[in-house]
């Protein structure tokens, strides 16, 4: 029997397209998928909900169902053991449920492995939830982690380096690619700057559009669309107002996967100057479709995705002037076709297929005896 021939249970709250993408992906490289969601819906994201899909998916808890820890805790170790896997993929090491449910199961000879995109450098960090942390971490046979910086992170929390791989925060790029084949083709005055996010506080939003004012002044004549929605919306909407440039912000609200990929077929740049961003997924959607790049130097895909001047423009979010350079960069047509040929090569890099690779990494760890 080979590993592939042994079931594997793969856990997060609640499944959206990406997480079904790398799902589906071990699925099509011969492994028995047994996929489990926490919840129906996530308490963060208006994920859209996969219709049919090839692998067993479990939902814990449905609706508005009142749950507790240790109810959900027991669910989550029922649905494991009824699946037969003897290897995990959790998510959310963080939430107590799921702590409780992978110490049980690692007590049971479960191997039970992490998936995280945390970085040390997301927030100042507290001593005392740090070290909690590494207990926390205790159940977990291994990860896979969103950047190198998640790998120095856990292995500060005590997981070893060479317990944990990247690969985690990748998306199906023929999918996106294929959404993206809806769109037009602008003629490159026409392109806009893209933002596609949701429009809270971390993501910077007023601060790019400080930005697109300056670089309008200095000659940039481009749009910016925003794809996204959020409590931060009318604020935003008042601050273009106040700043002249109404006219040339376009908020769109929530978009499905398929409008994203158009819009960024579309676009001249994806902007993310976030001031806080673990990975930014959106990235590997970005050059999925060609699409290059000004991202903030605290999202961990630049880690692995982005060649500063290449594919894109890496920044120091708090530097206005920085972004409206980059700006003004990409609105050069040489220079943007040379960044538009390089953002696609570089796709690869963000496909399901290196999440594929990292997971059989893991499962030919050694067991711990």
């Known amino acids: 029997m080979t590993a592939r021939d042994n079931p594997i249970a793969v856990m997060w709250e609640n499944f959206g397209p990406y997480h079904h993408d790398r799902a589906r992906a071990l699925a099509g490289a ?13 308490t963060d994201y208006d994920w859209e909900q996969a219709e049919e899909v090839s692998y067993p998916l479990v939902t814990l808890a449905r609706g508005e169902e009142a749950i507790g820890t ?6 989550l170790v029922a649905a494991v053991r009824q699946s037969g896997a003897r290897d995990c993929l959790f998510c959310h090491y963080e939430k107590p449920a799921v702590l409780l449910a992978a110490t049980i199961l690692a007590m049971r000879g479960v191997r039970v492995f992490t998936m995280v995109d945390s970085k ?23 990860a896979i982690a969103g950047s190198e910086r998640s790998r120095d992170y856990l292995a500060g929390l005590g997981l070893p380096r060479a317990r944990s791989v990247t690969g985690y925060d990748t998306v199906d790029i023929a999918r996106i690619r294929q959404q993206g084949d809806a769109a037009t083709e602008p003629f490159f005055v026409d392109r806009p700057f893209v933002i596609a996010a949701r429009l ?28 996204g929605d959020g409590p931060l919306r009318r604020d935003l909407e008042n601050e273009a107002a106040r700043l ?15 409008q994203v990929s158009v819009a960024m077929r579309e676009g001249l740049a994806l902007l993310l100057p976030s001031l806080s961003e673990q990975f930014g997924l959106v990235v590997n959607e970005a050059l999925a479709n060609g699409l290059p790049v000004i991202v903030s130097r ?48 570089s796709a690869p890099r963000g496909d399901v297929q290196q999440f594929v690779q990292g997971v059989e990494t893991l499962l030919a760890l050694p067991r711990r005896s």
């Open 200 to 227: 809270v506080p971390k993501k910077n939003i007023a601060h790019a559009l400080h930005a697109l004012a300056r670089a309008r002044s200095l000659g940039v004549e481009r749009r910016l669309r925003i794809l």
């Open 30 to 42: 011969g492994h028995r998928v047994h996929a489990i969601q926490l919840f129906s819906r996530s």
């Open 298 to 345: 605290n999202a961990g895909a630049v880690d692995l995705l982005v060649d500063d001047g290449s594919n894109g423009i890496v920044i120091d979010p708090q530097d206005e002037g920085a972004l409206v350079d980059a700006m003004r960069a990409v609105d050069r047509e040489t220079r943007w076709q040379a960044m538009h040929v390089a953002a696609r090569n």
């Open 244 to 258: 002249g440039i109404a006219e040339h912000v376009v908020f769109e609200g929530h978009c499905s996967s398929a």
């Open 120 to 142: 040390g450098d997301d927030y100042a960090r507290r001593p005392w939830r740090e070290a909690l942390k590494r207990l926390w971490l205790k159940p977990y046979a291994g």
């Open 70 to 75: 240790l109810a959900l805790a027991r669910r």
